[in-house]
């Protein structure tokens, strides 16, 4: 089996495959701190509660956004399960061009969600991280990367609203009733939902001019079912979508081995 870990800024989605097949899937909070015997009682519980054994994973792979992270994760995968973890890092074959001034720029859950959007959806495709940022991906028909744009994450703004003003309270991000709010919590819930879906929509808008002709929209992240539902250039949600490029990624390479 192979294990894919996507190790984000808030949370680490960790994902067992059977072959093609996504067997399990966990997001865990991501802690700096945390050393190699704490992650691995914690993988391992989850494993154990799914059925499967350590023995049965036989490779890794792992994209990060968090360095200090990646030599965490490799102590961890070679103590505890005995496999060699594979980085997506300069020098892993993705089978993507990057078209940007300094490719290295890029992070690799960007190059990640490309590689699965364009194989599963095809091309010209945007894709869009609805995580602690919210990134616009975009990628040509022929499946290169060609650049993008980031925006504060929908969680982080709401926060920023909280701490820096003197009485508007935490309020839980749902679907709001009304545009007009008629509370302080709904006016926010307003502001924030139907302010990030008129973002997407603006964004999207501009890249689907630049890059021409019929683009997917396909959007991945803690928060892509809530902003899908407020509007509809979303076309597909995929929360997988990321586990499912670290999985293609390392077809290519054991192949290429």
């Not at 015997?37 to 494993?47: H, P």
């Not at 054994?53 to 992270?69: M, N, W």
């Not at 309270?169 to 545009?179: D, F, N, Q, S």
């Amino acid at each position: 089996m192979l294990l894919t870990v996507d190790v984000g800024n808030t949370n680490i989605t960790i994902g067992v495959f059977d072959d093609s097949k996504l067997k399990a899937t966990w997001r865990i909070a991501t802690g700096v701190h945390r050393m190699p015997d704490e992650y691995a009682s914690l993988m391992l519980n989850l494993f154990e509660r799914q059925g499967i054994a350590a023995s049965q994973i036989t490779d890794a792979i792992l994209c990060s956004v968090v360095p200090p992270l990646v030599s965490v994760f490799e102590e961890t995968c070679r103590r505890y399960l005995k496999v060699l973890l594979l980085v997506v890092e300069s020098g892993v074959k993705t089978g993507v061009r990057i078209s940007m001034d300094n490719p290295r720029e890029v992070g690799a859950d960007r190059i990640v969600n490309a590689v699965a959007a364009h194989h599963l959806y095809g091309g010209p495709v945007i894709v869009i991280d609805l995580g602690t940022a919210t990134t616009f991906d975009a990628v040509s028909k022929e499946g290169d990367y060609l650049g993008g744009a980031i925006a504060p994450g929908i969680a982080i703004a709401t926060e920023a609203l909280f701490a820096r003003t003197a009485v508007l309270p935490r309020v839980e991000l749902t679907h709001p009733k009304r545009a007009i709010g008629r509370s302080t919590v709904a006016a926010m819930q307003s502001g924030i939902v139907f302010g990030y879906a008129g973002l997407i929509e603006g964004i999207v808008g501009r890249i689907k001019q630049e890059l021409g002709g019929e683009v997917k929209v396909v959007a991945t992240g803690g928060y892509a079912e809530l902003l899908a539902r407020e509007t509809p250039v979303i076309e597909v949600v995929n929360l997988d979508l990321t586990l499912e490029g670290l999985r293609l990624i390392y077809e290519m390479n054991k192949a290429k081995d």
